[in-house]
């Protein structure tokens, strides 16, 4: 069977003026609009573009593209043609090889509605209490129904258009019709990346912000605001979905948390950086994590509130250190209705 | 000869009745190991608690002339352990006293018995600042054993192989007297097993317990700092193996390099996963290190030759453990109990040669394996492990992995290794290769340490 | 064929199961016993693996070597491979065979027979079985809670005590609950561990009924062993109520400020009990009784919780004491530990443990520097002293 093309539409780039995929990128200097235009021209053409090698997959240039022509797709259909890893090799390889399905099915009793665990165990932990009431035990996880958007990280859109058909029909084939996704990668994949490949998807992803809002509406008797001012951790992969974005105003508000207005949030977010680590090395990533935090800090955040877990995985214990209690949105939620907070970070002692 | 009820009777005088079994049950364990060396009953199980037991045990058995075996926690999984003519076997379990630290020199002073486990607890809690090189066998493994079969451990890469940081000795020798080897034979202090002496601590190590039983072991302390970390590479190129441990050596600033090879869980496949530990007292020491770390790979990083794997905290605790019982989860991948290794101690640059020879073995006997090597001593050479589980049920799959072990150990030798803890078959391929005259005066050794051969024999057997 | 067959040769014989998270110690009760490598955890089973295959024949060394186990689950928290779940059942599946073949220590069939004849292993009487109970009310319907005594808190000198005190509590706290009397018989947890399948279930059928006749909707139990068959094994046999360990009740009377304890003067140690701690998961009740009495203080032993050292009482060898007769026995190493903490009071929450640790507190010349107590018998004291 032929794989999936990319459906990029070149008019809408010829058209645009702005060519805000590049100018307002964070890690390459693009103020120059008409070079950036010049430059992306030879992006959409096959031609060798400095974008192609600069780029650190951010995802961001997906939410910048008002006409959602899906650039950053683009880029990474380049980047695979032509050979440019933006990762090294081997880590692409142990990608590659971890999540590729093999027939262990881990579910849970799944229904029509289920949860997407993706492949990330912190879920385990988080999916607990009174917010799941009813829905915790349906439950799909790991390589059988991995979204493989971080495919996107390593130039590798061939292995996203080779695997997701067959995950797809996998979480159809459980019988479910809805499924709330509890990361953003998952959700993005489904909305986003399905139909910028013109694969269709037979069920309805619902965004699981979406779910918690619902669900905390309806457990609102249950809510003590917290009162407290928190610093969002955007994720790469939210760039995917925008749209979703003012759930985590609406939670907030019922939950009594301010988002402090700061530098990098919204559409300025910084990511992570652990891709970018690993893309490029220490001194950016070091940079990025440090430019972020600091901005936490300077804003007066006195929690860090996560989306995605590996944004957990790599900031969690560093804003921790400059005095800001990171917790994921799950059990932020928890905190509000009297539950505990079950994903916290691992004892840092060091074992000697 | 004595009857064997009489010897009975003198081992119960000695050690009193709880710690002697002649009974089937501790006959039929202590007859083997976790690994494939078959299988032979010991006629006793002895268990003292004193060197002068120890002397007195010794003193029977030569009088009677009766094989007796010193055993740690029959860990070796080569069958070092195992008493080929029967006799006593002396757990030394008993013996597990920890008798002194000294700070300032930087030892401690253990008895024969003492465990790695047990150390590592007693220097956490009583003395922060300092640790020791701690083996990634489970914790049962005792300190003399380790060293006795030329272990290494956490600290392998800065200070060689955890027989080198013996810093004094106190030996039964085989005709039963009590002898002091190193700076403790003229002086209160257990600092050196040799210099400015002749150093006769060459008499015991390595010997496998067939030249002496230590009775107690003065091991040298290293700083223990607040912080540690591990760095994780990757590459999939085994041929730039060598290069980037010995980059990571050069820093002078990694404590332990070790690199693992399996196929399964497939995000092994393919790659080889590069572990570079790194330690500070403050943050800025660490990131220094770090910093240092990443230049000395940044040229195979920018070629994307070599990547770094970013682990949570989660991820890293496992890697961090120690011992780690990762390597000890082996035993069951194929839920069967069982695995076993040919470790030869080897130079660095023969990784991409042996990595292929065990990939192709593994093939050819239809065995599962992984392979850890570890770097020794600042890159001089490294132990490399020709890993294979096996199922303890199915003695097909056991015949397999030993033909698989076999044909590595030979590779290893012919390729200019030399084989670790070697089993009893091994040993004679060593000595089959050996210098004639270095053979003689290994027997010369053996005959005027122990004249009556009673010392774990069949072991480095000269003929 | 019991599971255990085709799986007991995975056993690795690592030596993990010997020791405390820490590895200070050793921690498996048999081998800081015995020290032989057959006593530890690894040994056993790969003996009992030879005994299967035929390798090596029955012998009364073997069987006590079995059973010198006390399931006291250290291996299970220590071992690192998938298995460490199962390896108490193997052992047990293991006796289950020696049963049925009839080859097991005498002192372990005496035990059967006692309890098989007379309900309790200790050979007393069915009629003397509410002797301690001082005219304590007999369950009724519309009572809250059915107080199961169990065989120690009936029959033993200490475990009677601990009943008494017990009572005692739960009369001045206003709970309302009732006893079987004469008509309790044995929860059957040890029975079950120490491999007589067929008994077990029997026992565990008959009270499971007699409870659904009597109405019981939820149980407290004195012992932790009783707590701890009813919570795990019972449901299987017909068992459906809730169970509590009194621990449980007590602590939640004592955060509710429904007992007040006066005030007190001790340092005190708490000794894990197995059937709580790693069985149960209970580890923070017991001490948060002991928190909330004013003026005590709680020390704890190097191992504690997931990492206590038994007392050496479970299965069966409260009776069978097949760890007995040396300094080297748990129960006088755990009371030698306790005492070096500096506690003057060591503070269980089983009659086992009680039981064991108070002889061994004798046995190491300790009875007049550290007093071994149950919880319950600390807080009555100091209800009654208001």
């Known amino acids: 069977m032929p794989l999936p093309e990319l459906k990029f539409d070149r008019t809408k780039c010829a058209e645009c003026q702005a060519t805000s995929c590049l100018v307002k990128c964070q890690y390459m200097d693009f103020k120059d609009k008409d070079k950036a235009k010049k430059e992306w021209q030879k992006v959409i053409n096959s031609e060798d573009s400095s974008v192609l090698e600069a780029c650190t997959t951010c995802y961001a ?40 399905p093999v027939g262990r099915f881990m579910v849970g009793k799944v229904e029509e509605r289920a949860l997407s665990y993706c492949f990330l165990p912190h879920f385990n932990t988080l999916v607990k ?108 992969s939210a760039r995917l979905c925008p749209e979703t974005d003012h759930y985590v105003d609406d939670i907030f508000g019922l939950l009594g948390v301010e988002r402090v207005k700061r530098e990098y949030d919204r559409e300025n977010a910084l990511c992570c950086a652990e891709v970018l680590r690993m893309a490029r090395g220490p001194v950016l990533a070091d940079d990025v994590q440090k430019r972020n935090i600091d901005d936490m800090v300077r804003f007066g955040a006195e929690y860090c509130v996560f989306n995605c877990p590996a944004c957990w995985d790599s900031l969690a214990h560093k804003v921790a250190k400059q005095g800001i209690k990171p917790i994921h949105m799950i059990d932020l939620c928890k905190l509000a209705i009297g539950e505990e907070q079950a994903l916290r970070l691992p004892e840092l002692v060091a074992e000697v | 000869m004595t009857t064997t009820s009489a010897l009975y ?33 010991p006629d006793f199980v002895v268990m003292p608690k004193t060197t002068e037991e120890v002397q007195e045990i010794v003193k029977l058995a030569n009088r009677e002339k009766v094989p007796i075996v010193p055993k740690g926690a ?120 040799g210099p400015p002496l002749p150093d006769l601590s060459g008499l015991f190590l390595g010997w496998f317990g067939t030249t002496g039983i230590i009775t ?12 540690r970390d591990v760095m994780l590479f990757l590459t999939d190129k085994a041929e730039l193996v060598p290069d980037i441990m010995l980059r990571l050596s050069h820093t002078e600033m990694v404590e332990d390099v070790v690199v693992s090879a399996q196929p399964l869980p497939l995000r092994f496949r393919g790659t080889f996963w590069i572990m570079a530990y790194i330690t500070g007292d403050s943050d800025e020491e660490l990131e220094f290190k770090r910093k240092m770390v990443w230049d000395a790979l940044w040229e195979y990083f920018e070629s994307r030759d070599v990547g770094l794997l970013s682990t949570s905290p989660e991820m890293k605790a496992p890697l961090m453990s120690m011992p780690s019982k990762d390597l000890t989860r082996f035993a069951d991948v194929s839920k069967g109990g069982g695995f076993q290794y040919a470790g030869p101690i080897t130079p660095i640059e023969k990784f991409p040669a042996f990595i292929r020879k065990l990939e192709e073995v593994a093939t050819k006997y239809n065995v599962f394996y992984a392979s850890t090597a570890r770097l020794i001593d600042a890159g001089h050479c490294m132990m490399f492990s020709f890993s294979f589980s096996f199922n303890r049920a199915n003695s097909d799959e056991m015949a397999r992995a030993k033909k698989a072990l076999d044909e590595c150990s030979k590779f290893a030798l012919e390729e200019g290794g030399v084989l670790w803890k070697a089993d009893i078959y091994e040993q004679r391929l060593l000595m089959d290769k050996m210098d004639p005259n270095t053979l003689v005066l290994m027997k010369k050794i053996k005959q005027l340490l122990d004249p009556n051969g009673i010392m774990n024999p069949g072991n480095w057997e000269v003929k | 064929m019991q599971k255990y067959v085709s799986q007991i040769h995975r056993c690795f014989r690592c030596g993990y199961c010997k020791f405390p998270t820490d590895y200070s110690s050793f921690n498996c009760p048999s081998y800081r016993r015995f020290r032989f490598d057959s006593y530890s955890t690894g040994g056993r089973l790969w003996l009992i693996y030879a005994w299967s295959k035929g390798e090596i024949e029955w012998s009364e060394h073997l069987a006590e070597i079995l059973y010198a186990c006390t399931t006291c689950k250290n291996c299970t928290e220590q071992c690192p491979m998938k298995f460490a779940p199962d390896i108490v059942d193997w052992i047990v599946e293991a006796r289950n065979d020696m049963v049925e073949k009839g080859k097991i220590p005498p002192r372990v069939a005496r035990f059967f027979e006692a309890v098989y004849g007379y309900g309790n292993p200790f050979k007393q ?8 109970a001082n005219g304590t009310k007999r369950y009724a319907s519309g009572d809250e809670y059915l107080l199961y005594v169990g065989c120690l808190g009936s029959y033993d000198e200490n475990g009677q005590k601990m009943a008494r005190s017990l009572v005692d509590i739960l009369n001045a706290s206003g709970i309302s609950f009732g006893i079987l009397g004469e008509e309790e018989d044995c929860c059957g947890n040890e029975i079950y561990m120490l491999g007589e399948a067929g008994l077990f279930q029997n026992l565990a059928e008959k009270n499971s009924q007699k409870f659904k006749e009597l109405g019981v909707s939820k149980v407290v139990t004195l012992c932790p062993h009783g707590y701890n068959t009813m919570k795990n094994n019972y449901p299987a046999s017909g068992g459906n109520f809730e169970v509590y ?86 129960a006088r190493i755990r009371a030698r530990e306790a005492y070096e903490t500096g506690a003057d009071t060591l503070a269980v929450a089983c009659p086992s443990c009680l039981t064991m640790l108070t002889d061994a507190a004798k046995a190491e010349d300790l009875d007049d520097k550290l007093v071994v107590k149950d919880i319950s018998q600390i807080l009555k004291e100091l209800l009654s002293a208001r």
């Open chain 3, 245 to 330: 360990h009194y621990t449980q009740i007590l602590s939640d009377l004592i955060q509710k400020n429904k007992i007040k304890p006066s005030r007190a003067k001790a340092k005190v140690t708490y000794q894990d009990s197995c059937f709580l701690g790693r069985y149960n998961n209970i580890y923070d009740e017991p001490r948060q009784i002991l928190q909330g009495i004013p003026g005590i203080e709680l020390v704890e032993m190097e191992r504690n919780r997931k990492d206590a050292f038994c007392c050496g009482g479970g299965s069966g060898n409260f009776v069978t004491d097949l760890l007995a007769g040396s300094v080297d026995s748990p």
């Open chain 3, 125 to 132: 009487l069915r009629s003397a079985r509410a002797a301690w």
């Open chain 1, 61 to 100: 240039c997906e939410e910048y593209c008002p006409f959602g022509n899906h650039p950053f797709y683009m880029i990474v259909e380049r980047q695979e043609e032509k050979g440019i890893l933006p990762a090294p090799r081997p880590i692409v390889t142990m990608w590659i090889n971890q999540c590729q």
């Open chain 2, 74 to 193: 029959g860990l070796a999984l080569t069958g070092l352990v195992i008493p080929q003519l029967g006799g006593i076997v002396l757990d030394m379990n008993r013996m597990d006293r920890i008798l002194e630290v000294n700070e300032k020199a930087g030892y401690v002073v253990v008895e024969g018995g003492t465990t790695h486990g047990a150390l590592k607890s007693y220097l956490q809690k009583h003395h922060p600042n300092l640790r020791h090189s701690i083996p990634d066998s489970p914790p049962i493994a005792t300190i003399v054993a380790n060293a006795v079969i030329h272990g290494q451990g956490r600290l392998s890469q800065q200070h060689g192989f955890n027989s080198d940081m013996v810093s004094s000795l106190e030996v039964v020798l085989p005709t039963g007297e009590l002898c002091r080897i190193g700076s403790c034979s003229v002086s209160s202090y257990w600092f050196s097993k």
């Open chain 2, 216 to 227: 107690k072991l003065g091991l040298k302390l290293y700083p223990c700092k607040k912080m």
């Open chain 1, 129 to 236: 209490g009174k917010l799941f009431d009813g829905i915790a035990w349906s439950v799909i996880f790991g390589q059988e129904f991995f979204c493989n958007a971080v495919y996107l990280h390593y130039a590798k859109a061939s292995v996203i258009k080779d695997r997701l058909p067959k995950i797809v029909e996998n979480i159809k084939n459980q019988g479910i019709k809805e499924l709330v996704c509890l990361h953003d990668e998952c959700y993005g994949t489904f909305t986003s990346l399905t139909s910028a490949y013109g694969i269709d998807t037979p069920f309805k992803p619902i965004h699981y912000y979406e779910y918690l809002y619902g669900r905390l509406k309806e457990l609102k008797d249950l809510i003590k605001p917290l009162n407290i001012k928190a610093a969002y951790q955007r994720n790469c």
């Open chain 2, 9 to 41: 009777d003198s081992l119960v005088k000695i050690v009193g009745k709880d710690f002697v079994s002649d009974q089937k049950e501790e006959r039929y364990f202590y007859a083997r190991d976790g690994g494939l060396m078959p299988p032979h009953e």
